[in-house]
């Protein structure tokens, strides 16, 4: 049976402080959680009924194992995630000060094992039979994940749904200048694009958000989502329909994983077959709900906790 979503790109361990409002160098505890933007928004979508996978690779050691344990926990296929011998698992530290900053610190050196991912060891027609196929920018930015990233694309040849995710982290890139020309190849095989409005800008070079959305349905793409901050979100689509919604009103504790909500959300609305403005709102009410909690995978909501915070106007 084909997946409804498979996910490829980042996995890690989350190291979040158990205190909030204190630096690093005075935090006394940490929790661990599992972490990564393309395996959380694979767990978010799961947690609403979906059947995920992800497509990532860890490093041969005990942290590697806790992703896997993880990973089954929560209900997501981990056939795909595969150890890289020599390679340490990353872990990401982060600082909480409520409400809009949350500086995250990423040990990925020598090199992240997810960017060690091979084309050759693709599952290439799992890949084109999934609903969803979902890549990340951070995916392009370095060899050989690049080539494999781009292969996967180019075999889906947007079979169903291809989101890239344009998660732009301008630290993973030897040199960020170059980042362009492979955005545009990758929204060449992609229907839906999403980012916010650093990672439009990255893509398209423009970014005021409808014009930046009208530059990615020109680079290919059949829906643009533009995540607007405290703006809300924008989407339009190649048949001219548009939603402008809102964010949901919440008491942010960790904005961190709000944006793996809200895409596991949106791969939900879309394989319900939803109209854009009730995926957004249904979206948002995702990445509220995370915003509200310490956590990123472990705090993903469920379809019950996402309808009690639409029809309440705000996560209580």
């Not at 349905?217 to 809300?232: C, I, S």
Request: proline share 8%; glycine share 10%.
């Amino acid at each position: 049976m084909a997946y409804d979503l498979i996910t490829m790109g980042r996995i890690g361990v989350d190291l979040y402080p158990l205190q909030t409002g204190v630096p690093l160098p005075q935090v006394t505890s940490f929790g661990k959680f599992l972490g990564g933007s393309a395996t959380n928004v694979a767990v978010a979508a799961s947690r609403l009924g979906r059947r995920t996978a992800v497509i990532t690779r860890t490093g041969d050691d005990p942290f590697g194992t806790y992703l896997h344990e993880a990973l089954q926990g929560f209900g997501v296929d981990d056939r795909w995630v595969t150890p890289v011998p020599g390679l340490p698992t990353p872990v990401t530290f982060c600082e909480i000060f409520p409400p809009d900053d949350f500086p995250l610190y990423f040990y990925r050196q020598p090199k992240a094992p997810d960017l060690e991912i091979d084309a050759h060891e693709l599952d290439l027609d799992a890949i084109r039979e999934a609903s969803i196929f979902w890549v990340t920018g951070t995916g392009l930015s370095e060899e050989p994940s690049r080539t494999a990233t781009l292969a996967a694309l180019a075999h889906r040849a947007k079979a169903g749904t291809t989101v890239f995710d344009l998660d732009w982290r301008p630290m993973f890139w030897s040199d960020p200048a170059t980042a362009r020309p492979f955005y545009e190849e990758a929204l060449r095989h992609t229907t839906v694009a999403v980012g916010n409005l650093d990672e439009v800008e990255v893509a398209t070079g423009v970014r005021e958000p409808h014009a930046a959305a009208r530059a990615l349905l020109d680079a290919g793409v059949e829906l643009a989502v533009v995540k607007q901050g405290p703006k809300g979100v924008l989407a339009v689509n190649s048949r001219g329909e548009s939603a402008e919604v809102p964010p949901l009103p919440v008491n942010v504790l960790n904005g961190l994983g709000a944006g793996d909500a809200f895409g596991g959300s949106l791969c939900h609305g879309l394989l319900n077959g939803w109209n854009l403005e009730k995926i957004m709102r249904h979206a948002n009410a995702a990445g509220a709900i995370v915003a509200s909690r310490l956590e990123c995978s472990s705090a993903m909501p469920t379809p019950d906790e996402i309808d009690s915070a639409i029809a309440a106007g705000a996560v209580k």
